[in-house]
């Protein structure tokens, strides 16, 4: 099934490194032919294809780290995604599926073809006429510096929903729900449910969330400051600085898929997130 992989890890942690290079191993010996993420050129020992995210076309990605190196890789690799196989060595690692000791097991399983693939709506970012990367997890519009208030008025499908005063404004998806949106206050989405939550980021009324239909086009016109910031699942970041400036989120043609061995979100998200030591085992993630 699969004939090419990419390798992407985190680069500050030396087990992780240590990890890719025993998988690059690992699949080449299987036959696969290896690609390796390029920041990790003067981590790992031998010769390999070194290969920018950008230009990673592989069948099968492998990503060893946290939910930051998920999402990093979903912003940069080509357009459609390969399956993403999620080996945890990150903090909490809610969207990786196996530990590091199971790795090449997993491996096996996928080269058989013995698994279930997860696939994860993603959101389409527009600021104008520029087109944003997509978002696996939330694209947040905030204010450009601490201590300032960001005035916008929010619309659906063209349509006055309400003006917000707040630090800024978190779109998320079903997966971005038990994220950065989850600690600004939103719900939590089942993966089931087609949908994205807005949350305003400390908002001056009371509003906490708004959930609306996936299909939904949702705008933010802000009307000042005259810049703030644009963040797509924490790895990508620009500066917009328009005059009622427009960015409009609709649902995208793109998806992340994710290779899972079992139907596992309230697992994850007893055990590594919401009810840890409440009715439930820890499954020894931190």
């Known amino acids: 099934m699969f004939k090419s992989a990419g390798i992407i890890a985190r680069f500050d942690k030396r087990k992780a490194t240590k990890l890719a290079e025993q998988t690059a191993e ?10 390796v993420e390029e ?16 230009k990673m076309r592989t069948d099968l990605i492998i990503t060893i780290g946290g939910d930051g190196t998920i999402l990093r890789t979903c912003v940069a690799i080509p357009k459609p995604e390969p399956p993403i196989l999620a080996i945890n060595m990150g903090v909490r690692g809610f969207l990786t599926e196996v530990q590091p000791q199971d790795a090449f097991t997993a491996i096996d399983r996928c080269l058989k073809g013995d698994f279930i693939t997860e696939k994860c709506a993603k959101l ?28 916008a008025k929010i619309s659906k499908d063209n349509e006055p929903v309400l003006n ?62 005259k810049r703030v910031l644009t963040v797509v699942d924490g790895a990508y970041r620009t500066f ?39 009715g439930g085992k820890s499954n020894g993630n931190p």
């Open 26 to 35: 690992y699949l080449a010996k299987k036959g696969l032919k290896v690609y």
């Open 39 to 54: 920041t990790l050129k003067s981590k790992l020992k031998g010769t390999w294809d070194f290969c920018p995210l950008e």
């Open 124 to 151: 389409s970012v527009t600021a104008g006429d520029r087109k944003l990367p997509d978002a696996l997890n939330e694209v947040l519009i905030t204010v450009d510096e601490p201590v300032k208030i960001m005035y």
């Open 164 to 225: 917000c005063q707040a630090d800024g404004v978190m779109i998320a998806t079903p997966t971005g729900s038990t994220g950065y949106s989850l600690s600004a206050g939103g719900p939590v989405l089942d993966p089931s449910v087609d949908a994205f939550v807005l949350t305003p980021v400390c908002s001056l009324s009371v509003l906490r969330s708004i959930v609306f239909p996936a299909e939904s086009k949702i705008t933010v016109e802000v009307l000042r400051p």
């Open 240 to 278: 917009l600085e328009t005059q009622n400036m427009c960015i409009t989120v609709t649902r995208s043609k793109n998806e992340t898929a994710f290779i899972r061995f079992r139907e596992n979100f309230y697992s994850r998200l007893r055990s590594r997130l919401l009810f840890r030591g409440i």
